[in-house]
């Protein structure tokens, strides 16, 4: 079989599950967040923990449970860090410096799991599994918590009440990450991942060297990692190394573990609102931006003009053999398409054109298809600023699933748009500007800075993948990158919830002849298109200097 046609019978199989699991998935999400029933286990927390699962919060208690949630991960996954080598099952690895242990705390917590580190030389096993990983499981309820209640906004109506944020997170992770990431990280031992508690081990190479090699709970990690499309890799070389990724198969099926759940919860809102066609839209708006990227970096690994790319037929530095082009460019475009950050091959040795395509995924604003509930709430907020648009051309006031769209929305879905592009262009100038962060870069011209914009691009949309050759663990960067991660992911939800409460209030307006469809082709394409006229006019100016300027070299 070609490499081409092995490339796109991995896409067609990736899309068939994708499609198989939809429905099921998606209407499972919708019953646990509409359901009136308490588990036994999730009353027990409530008891502990003192919330009355009945009460139904406005959306700024909404907003302050998530925030001091939060806060405490930050301050207890910070404390662990610094204190690992006084933890159990250490390894003998002592607790990382300040900086360090600040943007690795924000990093998990804000659900970009970005790092600074080698993961097998940096944690021990107890900051693996009670830190990092319980941050997976949060981090990702959170989202997909932030997303149910904006659905909420647009359901209710009369009241500013979205919900119930401990109910949200609790259903989250018992009854949808937990069991399936349990399921899954059981077919990942199968497929040939690692599951075990054993510490270095020395081994002779076959060329008589001696190398150390860690084991550790990986699998269990693993599942999480990108099921709650957190990101970050057990060790250092993430999931291009094959305790995490082993062979073809596994990495089909972390293709789908990114994908399904921002994928599935478009069905979830379908059902919510009542109108299977809004999260059909939704979908297909996603799955246009996803398949443009996909063509884009492909055609650029596959088809590179240099004469050793040609020679071999594609452009094979920075990827796995065992992977091939193709599926690393398909890896590497749904992981950027989504808030995930894991890799499979090194995405700083990808053409001017395909790292171009891969930052720019970022740059959307993680909605094609984005994070688990990030994706989704991401891409309602474009879809309000849509019909904003349409409604200005044609001089009609813009509604949206009966909610008018006026002054104080747009002012609050401007606001949250502008959001990530001020932590990122901010962050980013400063690195560009200044001697002692530019020592940190592999390259200078273009290329040092593409590596620059790709790491803020990285911190504040919540993705945690690198561009490689910048060496980020210096103190400008660990705070820098914390502090962008923190702006995008909190600010943003803040102001989200803030929408949602304004929506809840209205009173629908029921549709009329002039009222704009946004189930149709007309309007997914107008969607589509905003996503990407918004991230056009902000970025393309660093975009020309960055990948841009390196494609045309």
Do not use: C
């Not at 084991?215 to 060790?235: C, M, R, Y």
Request: proline share 4%; no cysteine.
């Amino acid at each position: 079989m070609s490499a081409t046609a092995a490339g796109l019978l991995q896409i067609a199989l990736l899309l068939l599950l994708l499609a198989a699991l939809y429905k099921p998935l998606g209407d499972h999400m919708a019953r646990v967040y509409t359901s009136t029933r308490h588990l036994a286990v999730e009353r027990a927390f409530y008891r502990v923990v003192r919330v009355d699962p009945e009460a139904d919060q406005r959306w700024s208690t909404y907003v302050l449970s998530v925030l001091g949630l939060s806060a405490a991960s930050v301050l207890f996954l910070y404390a662990m860090l610094r204190l690992q080598d006084h933890l159990p099952m250490s390894l003998g690895l002592t607790g990382l410096a300040p900086d360090l242990a600040w943007n690795t705390a924000t990093s998990f917590v804000a659900n970009t799991n970005w790092q600074s580190y080698a993961g097998e030389s940096t944690m021990g096993f107890t900051s693996q599994m009670a830190g990092l990983a319980v941050q997976n499981f949060v981090s990702g309820a959170v989202g997909m918590a932030v997303a149910v209640a904006v659905i909420r906004g647009l359901t209710r109506r009369g009241t500013d009440r979205l919900g119930n944020f401990w109910v949200d997170l609790t259903r989250g992770i018992i009854r949808i990450l937990l069991p399936i990431s349990l399921v899954l990280a059981l077919v990942l031992v199968a497929g040939g991942v690692i599951q075990n508690l054993s510490d270095t081990r020395e081994v002779t190479t076959l060329g008589g060297a001696v190398q150390s090699i860690v084991g550790g709970p990986v699998a269990s990690q693993e599942a999480i990692k990108l099921l709650g499309t957190n990101g970050g890799g057990f060790f250092n070389a993430n999931s291009a190394h094959p305790f995490e990724n082993p062979n073809a198969l596994t990495n089909l099926l972390e293709n789908v573990l990114i994908l399904v759940i921002p994928v599935a919860l478009t069905r979830t809102y379908g059902v919510m609102v009542k109108d299977k066609r809004q999260g059909y839209a939704v979908l297909t708006a996603m799955a246009v931006l996803w398949g443009a990227a996909l063509v884009a970096v492909t055609a650029a690994e596959v088809n590179h003009p240099g004469t050793v790319p040609q020679a071999v037929g594609s452009s094979f530095e920075g990827k796995e053999v065992r992977f091939d082009v193709w599926a690393s460019a398909l890896f590497a475009n749904s992981t950027t398409g989504t808030s995930t950050g894991a890799v499979n091959s090194m995405h700083a040795s990808y053409t001017g054109a395909g790292g171009g395509a891969v930052m720019l995924n970022m740059m959307l604003g993680e909605v094609s298809p984005g994070g688990v509930g990030s994706g989704l709430y991401g891409m309602v907020v474009l879809a309000i600023l849509a019909v904003f648009l349409a409604g200005l051309m044609v001089g009609r006031t813009p509604e949206y699933l009966g909610r008018k769209i006026g002054r104080h929305e747009i002012s609050l879905v401007a606001l949250s748009l502008l959001t990530m592009p001020f932590a990122l262009l901010i962050g980013a100038a400063i690195a560009a500007s200044s001697d002692s962060t530019r020592a940190s870069l592999l390259n200078d011209g273009p290329q040092g800075l593409s590596e620059i914009l790709y790491a803020f691009a990285s911190g504040a949309n919540n993705n945690g993948s690198a561009f490689a050759g910048l060496s980020a663990d210096v103190p400008y960067y660990n705070t820098a990158l914390g502090l962008a991660m923190l702006i995008g992911r909190f600010t943003t939800i803040v102001l989200v919830l803030a929408l949602a409460g304004a929506l809840a209030r209205q009173t629908p307006t029921p549709a009329t002849a002039g009222t704009l469809p946004t189930h149709r082709p007309l309007f997914v394409g107008l969607h589509a298109v905003t996503v990407v006229i918004v991230a056009g006019l902000t970025f393309f100016p660093a975009l020309a200097l960055g990948p841009i300027a390196v494609a045309l070299a």
